[in-house]
């Protein structure tokens, strides 16, 4: 029999209290900010407003065929990046909620997309609904010291709750204008 290594573990008494908090007060939110700022070409660099201020900016650019510099993921990328992280903090919130360990977990996402509108800068005439990502394919290796049903259950209970597959999934109130 091999040794296996654990993940490092997350707080699961701070898990509970949150989930307590969440329960006593089921419409709380928080607000999430960044601020991006444009530094030429497509290349865009995004400070996290509750992180450190020393902290290094999200870069984003464009591939080369793209009109980019090719120096950072694309938007698109990062929106899968962001999905990808959400899942797996919440497999991870999850299977520590039902005091499985995880050994390994691993998120594999794909995604079609559309953009034959080239932004709306004179490429084709597009309804909202056409561009952007068409279809999103997840695949999640995970594995611990629980049976794969139960590894399921938990990924696809981690799907159900994630707040960011949630916010591709749904439609979003949406405001945008310009600043003071």
């Not at 006593?24 to 509750?50: C, E, M, W």
Request: contains cysteine; glycine residues 8%.
């Amino acid at each position: 029999m091999s040794d296996v290594t654990y993940l490092r573990p997350i707080d699961a008494e701070g898990l509970a209290k949150f989930a307590a908090a969440g329960r006593d007060n089921p419409n709380r939110q928080g607000t999430v900010k960044v601020d991006t700022i444009s530094v030429g070409q497509f290349r865009t660099l995004s400070y996290v407003a509750s992180h450190d201020p020393n902290h290094p900016a999200v870069v984003v650019d464009e591939p080369y065929h793209l009109f980019g510099e090719n120096t950072a993921p694309a938007p698109g990328e990062v929106v899968l990046a962001a999905l990808g992280g959400c899942l797996a903090v919440g497999v991870k919130a999850v299977a520590t909620h039902r005091q499985v360990q995880l050994s390994k977990l691993e998120v594999y996402l794909e995604a079609d997309i559309g953009n034959s509108a080239a932004w709306g800068a004179g490429g084709a005439e597009r309804e909202p609904a056409q561009m952007g990502f068409q279809a999103i394919r997840v695949k999640v290796k995970v594995e611990g010291d629980a049976s794969r049903e139960v590894l399921d259950e938990i990924v696809q209970h981690a799907n159900f709750y994630s707040p960011v597959a949630n916010t591709l999934r749904n439609p979003v109130a949406f405001d945008i204008g310009l600043a003071d």
